[in-house]
């Protein structure tokens, strides 16, 4: 190959998006995406279609906060404008038990550093104003650990993930919440994995003051584009008083093209950066998509086939040890122990995308994003069993199917 050639029109296959996102994108979406019109950012429709979005997040999140909007990018898009209001300097405590909490915990720190912390590690600064206090692997952060550190540190600020993907586990919100609040401490969640899968309302939880999510895990609307974020007045205040090091990801500057300006919503959005109208209009269509299928149908729905893959693996022998509702975090059978990549790796070489956990221990992440059917599930659960197989495991796969099927058969049964 050369820097001259001309490669072919590249084409990527449709596989079966089973890991922890991002989920299979609604043909609905896709549409919306591919039908809209060229039309600039600041375009009628298109400056319409963002201030729908904007009420249609406010239903998703259940707030009042004026501070609802869309941030161009992926899930760590809205979590650098959630953590944006964090200076050098301040005091933080980060909760971390997986991946995700591990990076949000780094781009903390990153923030709170002075030049100094810096300049000693300019990759993982490790400023003495942030506490980090690690949960292991496989367990939750619960209002009690919560609770001991804030009133340790009494910090500015506390971050925790609501769910941390990379081990599937749910964090304790309310005791999070209460925390912050007993301690007047500013509350900043990552909800990247549970907006659009759990039945919440952020404002129940008046601790925190900051929310970023994801275009691609709840909210289903891959083709890239906005990560939802929201923020109380608290926050604004802080950050209209103090500053931020960021043009481009300073709330109070991203949510103009909103159509939010000096805290209050006007008709429509003012110029922040060049908006995509294909993506506007498909974040438009998978918020729609969202709503009509009902937060707290939603929320079910993956509470049931969460319960059905789960018995299914177990009946395979493998141990879970997830409390998620769209993902199912286990360890293979013995036989197979220490082959998980092998055979995550075979698995998605035949498109079956399933995935390893990325920070120790190895565990295998299967996950459900818009899979919410018993044909889908079933389908999930014949093709990892013959990956196992294809290991040499020697499972039987009929108690598994019998285990998806007397639970459907119960469900059908209870309707
Ligand atoms: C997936 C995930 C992220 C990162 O989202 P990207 O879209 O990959 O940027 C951050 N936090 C949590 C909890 C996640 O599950």
């Known amino acids: 190959m050369t820097d001259t050639e001309l490669f072919p029109q590249l084409s990527i296959p449709e596989t079966l998006a089973a890991g922890p996102g991002p989920g299979n994108t609604d043909a609905r979406v896709l549409a919306s995406f591919a039908n809209a019109g060229l039309a600039d950012h600041m ?44 200076l050098p300097g301040d005091t933080v405590v980060a909760f971390v038990n997986g991946t995700f909490s591990g990076i949000d915990a780094l781009t903390v720190r990153t923030k709170a550093a002075s030049r100094e912390d810096l300049k000693a590690n300019a990759l993982d600064p490790k400023p003495a104003n942030v506490t980090v206090i690690h949960v292991p692997h496989g367990q939750s952060v619960t209002g009690a650990v919560v609770e001991k550190a804030l009133a340790d540190h009494k910090p500015t600020w506390a971050m925790m993930a609501h769910w941390e993907t990379g081990s599937g586990r749910i964090n304790d919100l309310k005791g999070f919440s209460d925390a912050c609040l007993r301690h007047g401490v500013m509350g900043l969640v990552d909800a990247v994995s549970s907006l659009g899968i759990e039945d919440f309302d952020i404002d129940d939880f008046p601790g925190v003051v900051g929310w970023a ?3 691609q895990k709840g909210v289903l609307c891959l083709p890239l584009t906005y990560a939802p974020v929201s923020f109380t007045d608290r926050y604004i205040a802080h950050l209209r008083e103090n500053g931020c090091y960021s043009y481009v990801h300073n709330p109070i500057f991203e949510a103009r093209h ?37 937060r707290a149908q939603k929320a079910a729905d993956y509470a049931h086939h969460e319960v059905a893959l789960r018995s299914a693996v177990q009946a ?10 769209s993902l199912v975090v286990l360890n293979l059978p013995p036989s197979l122990a220490g082959r998980e990549k092998e055979l995550v790796q075979n698995a998605r070489a035949k498109g079956f995308g399933i995935w390893p956990t990325l920070s120790e221990p190895v565990q295998v992440r299967i996950g459900i994003l818009n899979q919410l059917s018993e044909a889908a599930i079933t389908e999930i659960v014949r093709r990892f069993a013959a990956e196992m197989n294809a290991m040499g495991a020697d499972v039987d796969l009929a108690p598994a199917l019998k285990a998806l099927e007397s639970h459907y058969a119960a469900a059908m049964a209870a309707e």
């Open 213 to 215: 999510s994801c275009p």
């Open 258 to 294: 909103w159509g939010i300006t000096d805290g209050k919503d006007v008709a429509a959005g003012s110029y922040h950066r060049t908006h995509s109208g294909y993506a506007v209009a498909a974040f438009h269509e998978a918020l729609r998509i969202n709503l009509q299928h009902g």
């Open 316 to 325: 395979l022998g493998c141990e879970v040890t997830s409390n998620m509702t």
């Open 43 to 86: 375009q009628a429709d298109v400056l319409r279609g963002m201030v729908e979005a904007k009420h249609m997040l406010r239903r998703i999140w259940g707030t009042k906060n004026t501070y609802t909007f869309g941030v161009g990018g992926t899930g760590f898009s809205g979590l650098d404008v959630l953590f944006s209001a964090i």
